[in-house]
């Protein structure tokens, strides 16, 4: 499974990256929506974690672009408390949402319901 992972925060990216990889992904990591958009033009992706904030730019505005695009699933991710994000990030398409800091264990749940996903999607 391919991952993009899109966060402003390079350390944070890094860790999530090698968290991911434990996990069995191929992972991308990009600081900005141009760079995330570059990733998703050249290289297959099947799943994108995308933080809120990025600096100045909105990772929520972003992910209103990626769904009216047909993009792979997005799980959006926060410092912030999932209830504040949540339901804007849920109402504009995203296919969940992680809490930082979060661990393996959320991130696995998050990887396998993409997993899932694909798999209702392709018919196997």
Do not use: W
């Amino acid at each position: 499974m391919n991952i993009l992972i899109v966060d402003d925060h390079p350390n944070l990216a890094r860790v999530t990256s090698l968290a991911l990889r434990t996990l069995g992904c191929l992972t991308f990591t990009a600081g900005t929506t141009a760079a995330a958009t570059h990733l998703l033009n050249t290289e297959k992706v099947d799943g994108i974690l995308l933080d809120v904030n990025l600096g100045a730019e909105s990772g929520l505005e972003f992910l209103s672009q990626l769904v009216a695009e047909g993009r792979p699933p997005v799980i959006m991710f926060t410092a912030q408390t999932e209830d504040e994000i949540a339901a804007e990030a849920l109402s504009r398409g995203a296919f969940g949402c992680l809490v930082k800091p979060f661990n393996l264990e959320d991130l696995g749940r998050q990887v396998k319901r993409i997993e899932e996903r694909q798999r209702d999607r392709s018919g196997v």
